[in-house]
């Protein structure tokens, strides 16, 4: 073999373990993004018309949940008020509001902080109403849990924050229904708890 075709072989080598490299780094790619869970809708922050307030986190205190199936999340609590309306004998904020108030449990070991993406979307119930969805995320390897933490939560549609899919807004007054999902990405696992919208003036 002459000096030519040894660097040719060479260079035909490297070329060979480069696409393999990139081959290698694209199917990891993909399969981190198959792993995560997908989410529906979209993402709190790019809507200036929605606000998302975490409360303080807290440890439920001498209670202890025998919660054996690793895969498992508990259920949020939540409640889910509409504020607002036209008073003419009054000066006071009148402006209307989906207000959502929640309390998510999780496993204590996991050592979460702030670390939730939120997205929403809205559509029809079984009965023809409007449904807003709420799904607060996280991504946390599975583990065995027993103790849980509290995560008080809020989320505030303000008006305009929901439009059809023509673009124009939807009443909030409309949305008679609240679905809240809390969601591990990683593995895919989520828990669902619904609530029936309520006038903030009873």
């Known amino acids: 073999m002459n000096?030519?075709?040894?660097?040719?072989?060479?260079?035909l080598e490297?070329?060979?373990?480069?696409?393999?490299?990139d081959k290698f780094e694209k199917d990891r790619k993909k399969r981190k993004c198959k792993h995560l869970m997908q989410i529906p809708g979209k993402n709190i922050?790019?809507?200036?018309?929605?606000?998302f307030n975490l409360g303080e986190v807290g440890e439920i205190p001498q209670i202890k949940i025998n919660n054996r199936d690793s895969d498992s999340l508990l259920p949020t609590v939540v409640k889910a008020y509409f504020k607002g309306g036209i008073k003419e004998d009054c000066e006071c904020d009148t402006s209307e509001a989906l207000l959502v108030y929640g309390v998510a449990f999780?496993?204590?070991?996991?050592?979460?902080?702030n670390n939730f993406?939120?997205?929403?979307?809205?559509?029809?119930d079984f009965s023809g109403d409007y449904q807003m969805n709420i799904y607060i995320t996280f991504t946390h390897a599975e583990e065995l849990?027993?103790?849980?933490?509290y995560y008080p939560f809020e989320v505030n549609f303000n008006q305009g924050a929901v439009c059809c899919a023509a673009g124009n807004p939807v009443p909030l007054e409309k949305i008679?229904?609240?679905?809240?999902?809390?969601?591990?990405?990683d593995p895919e696992t989520s828990r669902g708890t619904e609530t029936a919208v309520q006038s903030g003036d009873n």
């Open 106 to 113: 999780i496993n204590k070991s996991f050592g979460i902080i």
């Open 45 to 51: 922050l790019y809507n200036s018309k929605i606000n």
């Open 145 to 149: 849990a027993s103790e849980y933490n």
């Open 176 to 185: 008679k229904m609240v679905r809240t999902y809390l969601i591990n990405r």
């Open 14 to 21: 490297t070329i060979k373990e480069i696409k393999q490299d």
């Open 3 to 11: 000096t030519e075709d040894f660097y040719l072989k060479k260079i």
């Open 117 to 124: 993406e939120v997205f929403y979307n809205f559509g029809l």
